[in-house]
């Protein structure tokens, strides 16, 4: 039996969710999904200046989940920017922290964009 899926801690959502280029007419073939966990890796890790140890703890999940999280969205942001396609941010296996949390501090923007801090936020 799989082991149950832990929330990864999101401390804020993404300002836009959809990214890509401004001539096309998009279809499905020419889009991606990127989930707001993968997201909230690429603001901690390459925005932020967060190490991946850094990154497992302000999301409360492992390291070795934080790397695997961070190649595949920086997979899907290499296909998106190399070919051409939509990027879409929605989705995935997240919890919108309160910011009272012990391991909220640097990075931490305590709300979300519409909505309230704390609600799960699967397949949005």
Not at 8 to 35: H, W, Y
Not at 39 to 52: K, P, V, W
Not at 78 to 99: F, H, M, P, Q, W
């Amino acid at each position: 039996m799989p082991r149950p899926m832990k929330w990864r801690k999101v401390c804020r959502l993404p300002e836009r969710n959809k990214f890509g280029p401004l001539d096309s007419a998009s279809n499905d073939q020419d889009q991606i999904n990127m989930t707001v966990d993968e997201y909230e890796t690429i603001r901690l890790i390459d925005l932020e200046g967060f190490t991946q140890e850094e990154c497992a703890k302000q999301m409360n999940i492992a390291r070795t989940t934080v790397q695997g999280i961070y190649v595949e969205a920086r997979r899907k942001l290499a296909e998106s920017l190399v070919n051409g396609k939509v990027l879409t941010i929605t989705g995935g296996e997240y919890r919108l922290c309160d910011g009272l949390e012990n391991s909220c501090g640097r990075g931490c923007h305590r709300h979300g964009r519409g909505r309230r801090a704390g609600n799960k936020g699967r397949g949005d």
